[in-house]
């Protein structure tokens, strides 16, 4: 008799990872930062299979709101992504320029329009800039599965300054992530954080806040879109190839 022990060995011998599936009763927390994502541009119906919104908000004039809706999103998604608002005070605003961040998205299966390919779109960030502007910025929520793990990517920015990125869970350790320093080209950060509330109604919250003001004016940090997809669980092909890994060894047996 073959047991599952046994196979351990040969699974690891095919380049597979086996992910024990945490207990369903805990909430699931985890992030990382990459502040080179190395790409220009990115598809938002692709890595947002639960959902996704983006902002193009371009108000550069007063009197400026303290919540901004998403211009768009995906038809039908199910994650609850809220409206941004400000954190530690100020009102929010959004940027006319071509400096802002990631250059490019694309979808296909957005609100209204329907469809974009390829083109910039603007970020929302709190108006309080420079020295007025340090430990403000701008927050978000969504919700999540007690019955499945998330993967929440967040596209942010920033101008002549640095930014921290903080999530909390109910019942979880909050994670807190720093940017690079911004420099006044508005490069691209990517936040990706993984998370399962232990209840229904626990909601995942995000908060992204200018905490180091560099040189230059008009110092600040802001997000421009938010994918939500599914961390996939073990596929039936590798069941299967567990299966056939299994029948081999019974075979050399006999």
Known sequence: MITSVRLLPMVAAFGITLHLAPQLNAAVLAGQVFT??????????ATGSVDWAIWDFTQVSAPFPTTVAATNGKAGGTANISVISTVGGGSLRGSGGSSIGLKNFSYSDGNSPTSLTNLPQSLVFNSSLDAGGLNRGVQLSLSGDPAQEYLVSVWATGFNAQGTMTATLNGATA???????????????????????DVVGDLLNLSYVMTTDTTGTNSHVGIQAVTVSVVPEPTQALLCLLGLVGLTQIRRRR
Do not use: H, I, M
Request: proline share 9%; hydrophobic share 30%.
């Open 36 to 45: 080179n994502p190395g790409v220009s541009a990115v598809d938002l119906t």
């Open 175 to 197: 994670v807190t992530l720093q940017s690079q320093e911004y420099s006044n080209s508005k490069q691209p950060t990517l936040f990706t954080f993984t998370f399962r509330p």
